[in-house]
């Protein structure tokens, strides 16, 4: 516990409570598992944007002999699919069902 604890504990520990409750390690769990499905979510989401522009450029490239999506607009495409992205898991609730699954 982080008032009666040692310097040498609260340094080998990953999770250091500085008040005498262990309703914080609840809470620290829930926040952690909410930050790794955020970014798992947005990484799958990425990875498919990619996807989608990357076949449209190179069956673009071969159907039409020249690229359908000039640089700069697939730059916009990208960012706006990371921008609505990032948004939606921005607003994602918080739950203690969180402490179902393992990660």
Known sequence: ?????????????????????LAGVVSAVVSGRDVFDGISQFLQCQLTVIAVALSVA??????????????????GLTSSWTCCAFGSIIRGQRRLAALDHRV
Do not use: F, N
């Not at 516990?1 to 005498?20: P, Q, R």
């Not at 190179?58 to 730059?75: D, E, H, K, M, N």
């Open 58 to 75: 190179c069956i673009g490239a071969v159907t039409l002999r020249q690229s359908p999506l000039q640089p700069c607009r697939s730059y």
């Open 1 to 21: 516990m982080g008032k009666s604890g040692t310097s040498v504990a609260k340094e080998a520990a990953d999770i250091v409570l500085m008040d005498d409750d």
